[in-house]
């Protein structure tokens, strides 16, 4: 009697239990296309001196490490960095070398790029002549899923000496 009373008990915890499993399940190759279009969007918010666009990627607690300095950048810092880069030049080419490595955390919840990338872009230098200069980065980005949203959590950037 007493087994006749557990099984449908068994098999109620069973059923939970698999549907829990499968509502944890993320489709790798759907959050991959997230954060592809995200990098892709960065080419944009460069052509189009967005500054607000391309903070808004980064995480509340963003590292920087670049040439040696490791910092924690507020938003309206990055805001102001971002925008006066963006209005000292003109980008004639942000362009993938090759396709980003995207590799993703056990549990779905992490994610980096490894980036290649040929910049290209023009500036006034001090006698107001337009200078073309060209640079090759190589970086990393670490993404943080919160919910449903990922955020850039650091980005580790080199350029290629010359």
């Not at 963003?62 to 309206?76: A, D, L, Q, T, Y």
């Not at 006698?127 to 955020?151: C, L, M, P, R």
Request: aromatic share 12%; proline share 2%; charged share 25%.
């Amino acid at each position: 009697m007493k087994s006749q009373k557990l099984t449908p008990f068994l098999l109620l915890v069973f059923l939970s239990l698999l549907s829990c499993e499968q509502k944890s399940e993320i489709s790798l190759e759907e959050e991959k296309k997230k954060i592809l279009a995200m990098h892709h969007a960065q080419r944009n918010y460069h052509f189009n001196k967005d500054s607000i666009a391309f903070a808004n990627q980064m995480s509340d607690q963003f590292i920087s490490v670049n040439r040696g300095i490791i910092s924690r950048p507020k938003r309206e810092d990055n805001i102001a960095k971002y925008n006066s880069y963006f209005s000292a030049v003109e980008f004639l080419k942000w362009d993938d070398v090759s396709e980003p490595i995207i590799r993703f955390s056990d549990d779905g919840s992490m994610a980096y790029t490894i980036v290649d990338k040929m910049v290209a872009l023009t500036y006034q230098d001090e006698t107001g002549a337009t200078v073309e200069d060209s640079t090759h980065f190589a970086w990393t980005t670490i993404y943080k899923k919160n919910g449903d949203v990922w955020k850039i959590d650091c980005v580790t950037s080199t350029n290629i000496p010359e």
